[in-house]
Each structure stands twice: as structure tokens, then as C-alpha cells.
């Protein structure tokens, strides 16, 4: 879930520079539409590049044959040392509380979000249970949450509106930062005692792309491989669960679903996880913060901001979701948010479609705001493609002068 | 699915020898309940084990990082790798028509049964529709089929009793060799036009369990990592598919539930069957017939079987099913079929309940009849187990000369 965005409605003539290995030069042609629709997480790439060997995972063709892990852990198809790295990967960036909470494995958190839903519901209820978040909500939870026509749940839209003029039991998914717009966020829906349920999508809450500004501490908190470190095509996320018995039913559905997680993926990011904690460990005080991986890669993401508004700013023609600096633990310094997207908004006319305008006029594709739940003005753009890619959309950017003229 | 069993409803006290890899002796000691409730294969380790560095997977830190594969693909999220090693192996094997048929990658086979369940059916019909399988059918279809309460289907139980007084819509489950009971099957429900579909679960379709008889060549033909070679803990399944939509529904369904498979599992079973492929392709014409899997996994099984019958008759308190010879392309040879589990009938008492007796007497876990639809006098047994397992069961099972009397 949470930014681990589908490909659904992808257009095919932007193939070349949807791959996310494709960094030959021809995917920026002008010709080319520029694939920017989805969250793909190249620009962690050239980091894992630069550490060689240290993350090369070997699996001989005997190892990790059998369903089962630990089947004294509730998540009995999780690897010991895949538990043990997420815990040591929390405590290391200060991000969640972890001690005396269930860890939960699942296949990305796409998977893990449905296993909430399960968690938190039961059969026999008069009414599905509504699913909401506040808007613009990440585009993949009303299909995520409605594909298979549950009487469990169903997908009920903006948070604020059920706030309003919703009744019954529902579960609001709180995403921070927010996928989209990069907001932090907190429940939306208020005064509802024990009608309420609560999933966290903390993909995005890693100091790359936002101040941590304190140890998230829900009951339901996800988290994705994907959008931590960059590794989308392992599909691992876990779950940090306060409740036993809601640890228990996640793992249930993972089992109905999956019958567990790729092992191979599981150790895989372990030993990733391992290594981007062992270098703070040992390199912290030897101030190379550079080879360290959230440094390293929040001075990527800060860069590309600056760069980003530059642009906007100079064109006049879209504005920008402006960040409070705020303090982060982590880092120790009052800092900006930087968000894997950037939510344009269209300045100009209330009525536009941003993303038509961007894929007509500059051949670029982005994803429109209806998607989110909000007007067709707003558009997302995903930052975390590679370099030439951000470099090149920045060029087409800048060549847009107004959106009703269409561009150039 | 599809004999890739679920530890749902296990027992903790069989712990160790729950699992696969531990082959310690303590496992064995007579306190120690032996589980043989699950299909974890096991029995295959050894092979890959002898098979040293030839199956071993590397993969660096940068590799394998996008969610996309191959937007070109329907199945957008596939490794090209392995789809071109499944259509090899089938073409090896002789066990399924690919030629001009789509391949869907699933996180094993269970997901894909479900993604078949959802490509089979549409919203907003007036009822679910009914999906049924001839009893004794596999124990996980009625869990996996109704653990969302989907409007799309429910479970709607044996297909035998479907065929004589059910109506309306329908998908049947054939699953072939079946689990539980080792017979080759086909679709038992009749002349009912449009109103039914099928999907061929053939999980246990493979040389080492049983005759190839003919290519199969079906609608939707589902197969498991976890079976053809053992590989469970990857969790890779696919699918063989004629229809081009069902392919893309399918395709749609495992993006909506998991965003994708494993990419780490997909290239190391790529790595794996086409290890096992260049076998035939080197070895065949040099008579090693022992370094080929097939043939030395269907020699394990064959002995097995063997042991597994002479104790059976000996003791004369259970029986098993009996299996024609059948012509098998892949061997050129009349073989018996060997079932990776044992179905085993008590033959003192009707109203029996084996599982119970097993368990009390010789601390052997095996799973009921009753979850497979039929009578408690039916018991599952594993026999994917490894070496020292089985030989400890068979001890056990020596031991028991009467139902009623509870064994020793």
C-alpha cells in the first residue's frame, strides 16, 4: 500500500521509462512520454550500486525450502532474522516503538493493509464496516478495499466527509506522510469511542523523506521495504501490532492469502537492513554520513526539492505544498520535509485537468487528483525515478508557461 | 493451495518436527509428537542438497529493485526469467500444454486460486456464485474461497452433491492427483452449458507423484514451486491460462492483493528448474538417470510406498487407496502413481475418529477426514517428510494393531 503505487492504469507508450532498471538514454527522448505515475524507487538504486558487495544475498538451492519459519512465533512464516532486523532497523532511526509489539511480515504492506481490514472486522455484521481516509487519500485503497466485494468492510471515501455525516462502526486509514501530499496527519474522525478503528500507513515515515518527529506508537502501523530502502521488487512489508489477538488474525489472513512471505525476500532484507544498520554503528562517529543511507539519500531528495521549486516557482503555472521545518529525532536539526511526490496544483483555472494538460503538452505522466479523492487541478508526480529522468522532466517543466495554452 | 497445506489448526506441541529443516534426532524420540499434518516437502532437500553450489542464487543490493518487470507482459510484475524456465520445464516435462497459453506468476498457487476465483466471476450478480470440488477435497479450498465473505463466490461444499441438487452458477475445482487421496481426476459436475467454469489445480501433477498421462490442457491450470521441486518457503505458483482477459483479470488481482511477486523468488526458481532442465537436457543420453530430479525423487517415493504398504497390510487396521498403472510419456513406462500423502481408512469401525487415535496412541498428527469433507475414520499423512520422519512413523504406526484398543 502506502505509495507502493499500481501500475493500473498505466499507459503503454510510456514503457521504456516505466522500467525502473532502464536508465539508457533514449527513455528521454521528447518523443518519449516520461513515466512519472508511478512510485517506483529508482533513486535508491545508485546508493546500493555504490555498496558493492556488502548487501549480496547467496541462497544455495537447498536452503529455505520449508512453509514454516518459527511456529512458536504467532507469524510462524517469519524469519527470525527478518523480525530481528526490523526491530534493530526501528530502533536505529527512532521511528516506531517496537518493544512489546508484534512484528507481522506480509507480502508489501498492500498485503499487510488488507490483513488489517481482516484484523479489525468480523462475519455476521448488520453493514459492511466503512474504510475511510482523509483526502486526497492514496489512490489504491478504495480498489485495495473493494476488489472483492467484502461483507467484511467497504471503501466509504474521505475521512472528512464520514466525519461529518458518516454513522456506524468504521476504520480510518491514517497515512504520514501522506501519499500524496506529504503531509503529516492524524486521525481525521473524531468523538466516535469504540466505533473506531485506527490502521497507520507509515510507508513514507523514514528520514529520507520527513522529519521523525517522534516514535510513532499505534495500535496498527505499516511499513513497506519498498519505500524504506528502495527494494519494491522483493515485496516485503511488516506490521508493528500492539494486539496479540489482531497480530493473531493478520497472520491468519496472510496464511489464507499467501500461506506466508517469500523467505528468499525476507532474508534478503535482512541482510539489507542489517548492513544500513551496522553502518551506523561503526560509521556514525567516524562522520562519514555520506555512505550512510538516510543521509545519503535525504541529501538526494533535498536537492531534487530545491530544484523542484526553483522550477515551479519560475513558471508560475503550479503551486506547491509548502513544509514546516520541524525537529527530528534522528537527525538532530530542524529540518524540511521532502516527500516522494510532488502534488502540483494547477494555479490558473479551477476546472483544468492537470494531467492531461502535462501528459498533452510535455509528454509527461503523472496522476490525476481525481485518483486521490480531490479536483482533476492536482496532479502527482513521482520523485523517486532516476536521475536522468528528474532531470528531464524538470526541462520539460520549466517549458510550460501557462496551462491553458497548453505549454510550448 | 493445492497441498500446500496449511499449519492452520496445529498443535503446538509438535513444534520440532514441524519443521523442515530440523533433522536432529531429538525429533524422533518417542515423546515427541511426530507432525505429519502439513505437506512440507522436505523429502526434496537432499537432492538439492547433493546438487552443492549448481542452484546457488546471488543477488546484490541494487538488483531487483522496481515493482515492474515487463510492462509489455499482461502479467506486468513477471521476471521474463521465469516465465521462459516454466514454459521450458513444462516442455521438458510433458505435464501441460503451453504453447500459445498465457503464464500468470502468483505468490504461490494459492494465490492464484483466488486470483482464478475472482478472473471466474463478476459483481453484482444476485448470488455468489458456488465453487465446489468432488470430497474428499482439498482441506484450505473452503478457508480460502470464504475468509473475505466475498459477494463474488462462496463455498459451496462437494461437487458430487452440487452435481445432483445444486443450481445456478458455478466454478468446480479440479484438483489433479488430488489431496488428500492421490486419484487422477476430471470435473465431476455435468451438462450444465455456460453456467460452469473450471480451474485445474495441478499442484501434484509432476513425475515424481505420478503418471504423465497427457499434456493437460485446460482453461486455468494452476502449479507450486512447493511441489514440483519442494521449494515452498519462495512461495511461487503460476498459472497456465488460455484466455487472454482471464489471464489480465488474474494478472489484476494479484496487483490489487500483493502489487506484484517476489521478484528474489521468481529469479531464483528461474535459476532452480532451469538447473533441473539442463539435467535432461545433458544427462539423459548419459544414463545418470540417479542425478535427474524426477527420477530420483519418484525412486524416494516409490520406496516409500512400498514401506509405507508393507507395514499398512501388515498391521491390517487401516487401508489405502489402490492406484492403476498407467501409461506415464514422461518415463515411457507403465508406473504407479506415488500421492505425497497417504490416505489412510480405518478399516475396524465406522464411526472412528482416525486423526484422534493416531494422535492419542502413536503421537503421530495427521489431519481428519472431516476437513476434507468426508468421514473421521479418514486420515491425512504426510509423506514429504524427511527421511528420519518417515522412518519414525512407521515405526510407530507398526505398533498399532487395533483402533478400538488404542495401539500399544
Known amino acids: 500500500m502506502c505509495g507502493t503505487d499500481s501500475p493500473a492504469s498505466i499507459n503503454k507508450s510510456s514503457l521504456p521509462s516505466a522500467n525502473g532498471n532502464d536508465t539508457g538514454s533514449p527513455t528521454c527522448s521528447p518523443d518519449h512520454v516520461l513515466n512519472l505515475e508511478q512510485g517506483d524507487p529508482a533513486v ?12 549480496t544475498m547467496v541462497i544455495s538451492g537447498s536452503q529455505l525450502m520449508s512453509y514454516i519459519s518459527d ?63 482523509a483526502a486526497p487519500y492514496y489512490s489504491s485503497y478504495p480498489d485495495e478495499t473493494d476488489y472483492l466485494c467484502s461483507r467484511l468492510y467497504k471503501w466509504a471515501g474521505d475521512a472528512y466527509e464520514f466525519d461529518k455525516n458518516g454513522t456506524g462502526p468504521y476504520i480510518e486509514v491514517v497515512n504520514s506522510p501522506n501519499n500524496p501530499d506529504g503531509t503529516l496527519r492524524e486521525a481525521v474522525v473524531k468523538n466516535r ?25 499505534h495500535d496498527i502501523m505499516t511499513f513497506t521495504f ?56 561503526n560509521c556514525k562517529s567516524a562522520n562519514k554520513s555520506d555512505d550512510l543511507f ?39 536539526e530542524l529540518i524540511e520535509p521532502y516527500p516522494g511526490f510532488a502534488w502540483l496544483e494547477a494555479k490558473e483555472e479551477e476546472e483544468i485537468d492537470s494531467q492531461k494538460v502535462l501528459r498533452g503538452s510535455i509528454k509527461v505522466q503523472g496522476r ?40 510550448h
Chains 1, 2 share one sequence.
Open 193 to 217: 469511542g469504540d466505533e473506531g478503528k485506527l490502521i497507520h500507513d507509515l510507508a513514507y515515515y523514514w528520514p529520507q523523506y520527513t522529519p521523525i518527529i517522534r516514535p510513532a506508537d
Open 368 to 407: 490525476t487528483g481525481r485518483r486521490f479523492g480531490v479536483a482533476e487541478k492536482y496532479v502527482r508526480i513521482s520523485l523517486l525515478c532516476n536521475e536522468e529522468e528528474f532531470k528531464e522532466f524538470l526541462e520539460r517543466l520549466s517549458t510550460i508557461k501557462s496551462m491553458t495554452s497548453n505549454g
Open 294 to 332: 538516510f543521509e545519503h539519500t535525504r541529501q538526494i531528495m533535498a536537492e531534487r526539492w530545491e530544484r523542484l521549486r526553483q522550477v515551479v516557482e519560475r513558471n508560475q503555472v503550479f503551486s506547491l505544498p509548502k513544509y514546516p521545518k520541524q525537529y527530528c529525532l534522528f537527525s538532530g
Open 71 to 133: 511456529f512458536t512465533n504467532i507469524c510462524w512464516f517469519m524469519e527470525p532474522e527478518f523480525e530481528e532486523a526490523v526491530r534493530r532497523l526501528h530502533r536505529v532511526v527512532g521511528n516506531a516503538v517496537v518493544d512489546d509489539r508484534y512484528i507481522v511480515v506480509g507480502t508489501g504492506s498492500t498485503q499487510l493493509y488488507q490483513a488489517a481490514l481482516y484484523a479489525l472486522t468480523s462475519p455476521g455484521g448488520p453493514e459492511p464496516v466503512s474504510v475511510v481516509s
Open 226 to 281: 519498498s519505500k524504506s530502502t528502495g527494494h519494491a521488487g522483493s515485496r516485503i512489508g511488516w506490521a508493528v501490532v500492539k494486539d496479540k489477538e489482531i497480530a493473531r488474525k493478520m497472520s491468519k489472513f496472510i496464511e489464507m492469502c499467501t500461506l506466508g512471505v517469500s523467505k528468499d525476500s525476507q532474508q534478503r532484507a535482512a541482510k539489507i537492513m542489517g548492513v544500513l544498520c551496522d553502518g551506523y554503528q
Open 44 to 55: 535508491f538504486e545508485s546508493y546500493w550500486r555504490k555498496m558493492g558487495d556488502r548487501c
